[in-house]
């Protein structure tokens, strides 16, 4: 094993050791200066950032580039803060998010989740507002703009009308960020993200797990009587 640095896993969603993958380091000269010796020899002061590849060393999947400032009077090696790419993801899709049998949607939520990830959280706001008219729109076909859609969703009964209510006021910091430049801070950004994705989860059809308890009780054994 060599060189070990301590940065975020995005697998093991934790910071873990990760072991240095790359010989050959990857260098980005930042400037040099020279300056006169007392012996009339010129000294070459530089300074660049390194690139180097690192893996998860708990679960072996996660690989990172860290990188890092160097310079000559810290005899090359690195140090400082570290950087690195990808960056940590902070919020990560939902597992269930495929049940929803909506390709638009889930790449809409894949992306959005990305931009919050990355610190955009006007666009997430944006992506999680179009998220809520794809679907509805998927739904309920064309009906009108988010009032008429929301009106019949409740209607329908998709949703009960406190969550319309509630899908309005998301729909509404959406329309913030996308139509009056709007920049709203992580924290409200995240509640947002999960208030719709508690909502969406709500309309996902029960799974039939009858199948699997025939099996289960088939397979189990039977107590035995207790003589007494």
Known sequence: ?????????????????HD?????????VLGSQEFPTG????????SWKRYALFRCVVCSQNTVFVVQDCCTENDGS??????????????????????????????????STKAFNEGLYSLALMGYR???DSWLTSKLGDVGGFKA??????????????????????????????HRGW?????????????????????????????DISHIRSATPARSAIST
């Open 78 to 111: 690195p140090y400082g803060d570290k950087e690195v790419f990808p960056k940590p993801s902070e919020k990560l899709v939902p597992d269930w998010h495929i049940r929803l049998n909506n390709t638009e949607v889930t790449d809409l939520m894949l992306q």
């Open 130 to 132: 179009t998220i809520i």
């Open 149 to 178: 859609k929301l009106d019949k969703a409740c209607e329908n009964q998709l949703i009960s009308s406190t969550r319309r209510d509630e899908l309005d006021v998301l729909v509404q910091a959406g329309s913030a960020a996308t």
């Open 39 to 46: 012996g009339g020899e010129i000294y070459t002061s530089s």
């Open 183 to 211: 920049s709203s801070d992580k924290a409200t950004t995240n509640k947002v993200l999960n208030c719709v994705e508690t909502i969406l989860y709500e309309t996902l059809p029960n799974i039939d797990i009858q199948g």
């Open 20 to 28: 240095k993958l790359t010989v050959d380091d990857y260098n980005v």
């Open 1 to 17: 094993m060599g060189e070990i640095v301590n940065v975020f896993c995005n697998v093991c969603r934790k910071e873990t050791s």
